[in-house]
Nanobody, 115 residues
Framework: QVQLVESGGGLVQPGGSLRLSCAASGSIASSNVMGWYRQAPGKQRDLVAVVSSGGSTNYADSVKGRFTISRDNAKNTVYLQMKSLKLEDTAVYYC?????????WGQGTQVTVSS
């Protein structure tokens, strides 16, 4: 079993920055994908960014150039640095991990962009 614990959400003004962190614990496979999805009220959960244990990344078009995903394999932790935040980035951000053909989710952290 794998547990994911997110931190770093909050309220920020448009144009501001936030960094999310997600620490994984439990039975962590050496080969895995970790990342972030988000869900705004009334909308489906969508990919934000993911990174493989080998360092390959994939971003949603809407965040390219503004968000950066990174990971520390020694700490089993993935980070999402968010810059130039927009009102439409407001959502609950969920940490995601996939390993050994199973998917895991964190409890979610709220990011609110508002003036």
């Amino acid at each position: 079993q794998v547990q994911l614990v997110e931190s770093g959400g909050g309220l920020v003004q448009p144009g501001g920055s936030l960094r999310l962190s997600c620490a994984a614990s439990g039975s962590i496979a050496s080969s895995n994908v970790m990342g972030w999805y988000r869900q705004a009220p009334g909308k489906q959960r969508d990919l934000v960014a993911v990174v493989s244990s080998g360092g390959s990344t994939n971003y949603a078009d809407s965040v390219k150039g503004r968000f950066t995903i990174s990971r520390d394999n020694a700490k089993n932790t993935v980070y999402l640095q968010m810059k130039s935040l927009k009102l439409e980035d407001t959502a609950v951000y969920y940490c995601y991990a996939k390993m050994l053909f199973r998917s895991y989710w964190g409890q979610g952290t709220q990011v609110t962009v508002s003036s």
